[in-house]
């Protein structure tokens, strides 16, 4: 089974902290994704990576940014955290498009609140 | 235009009934396609993918593709109140090789 861990479950920040927020995955995936989710907003992608070192903006890039040094770990940063980046953070990984299989797997997700 | 559209809910189906689940989608092109159930708290978790036009089953769930219409859906037969979830509609873009979700029909199974 796919197994995507995120590093924590629960986060309360202040306003203007940096912010990191980790996701590993343990099964070779090539691809790995960075949503935020809101109610009413659904799920909208902030970045992915298609391999290490690379990276991609998604929809909603601004105040985030990304690492990914090695092919199991995606890491995101929340520069300076704010308000508006209170929200459910999720994790996704999968194999390449050219895979007859591109079904991502989410982690268990993690819930910053920015005080 | 949206572009995995679905209908908010919430959707009520008596226990053991089928319950239906219809997602529409703007890119022509798309060729692939997901379903996710969430529950409240939790993260997505993938139910079926299905990539030909026609039925596909797993056990209580057949999902259903018509490219022609740009449409696919998702039955939960013998339908149980742990069935009581969130579902997720998601169309790869042929465009760009995005994922894109719809956001969500809630599903209530009464007992």
């Known amino acids: 089974d796919v197994k995507v861990t995120q590093s924590s479950r629960y986060l309360v920040k202040r306003t203007g902290e940096k912010v990191f927020l980790e996701c590993v995955q343990d099964?070779?995936?090539?691809?790995m994704f960075w949503y935020r989710q809101d109610p009413g907003l659904g799920l909208r992608l902030i970045y992915f990576?298609?391999?290490?070192?690379?990276?991609e903006k998604g929809d909603i890039p601004e105040g985030y940014s990304v690492s990914r040094e090695k092919k199991e770990r995606f890491s995101l940063i929340l520069e300076s955290a704010s308000t508006n980046q209170t929200s459910m953070y999720l994790c996704?990984?999968?194999?390449?498009?050219?895979?007859?299989?591109?079904?991502?797997?989410f982690g268990p997700g993690t819930r910053l609140t920015v005080t | 235009q949206k572009e995995v559209e679905q209908n908010s809910g919430p959707l009520s189906v008596p226990e053991g009934a089928i319950a239906s689940l219809n997602c529409t989608y703007s890119d022509r092109g798309s060729q692939s396609f997901f379903w996710y159930r969430q529950y409240s708290g939790k993260s997505p978790e993938l139910i079926m993918s299905?990539?030909?036009?026609g039925d596909k089953e797993d056990g209580r769930f057949t999902a259903q593709l018509n490219k022609a219409s740009q449409y696919v859906s998702l039955l939960i037969r013998d339908s149980q109140p742990s069935d009581s979830a969130t579902y997720l509609c998601a169309a790869l873009m042929n465009r760009d090789d995005k994922i894109i979700f719809g956001k969500g029909t809630r599903l209530h199974i009464l007992p």
């Open positions: 990576s298609y391999d290490v070192k690379m990276k």
């Open positions: 996704a990984s999968s194999l390449p498009r050219d895979f007859s299989s591109y079904e991502q797997y």
């Open positions: 299905i990539y030909s036009n």
């Open positions: 099964m070779d995936h090539e691809n």
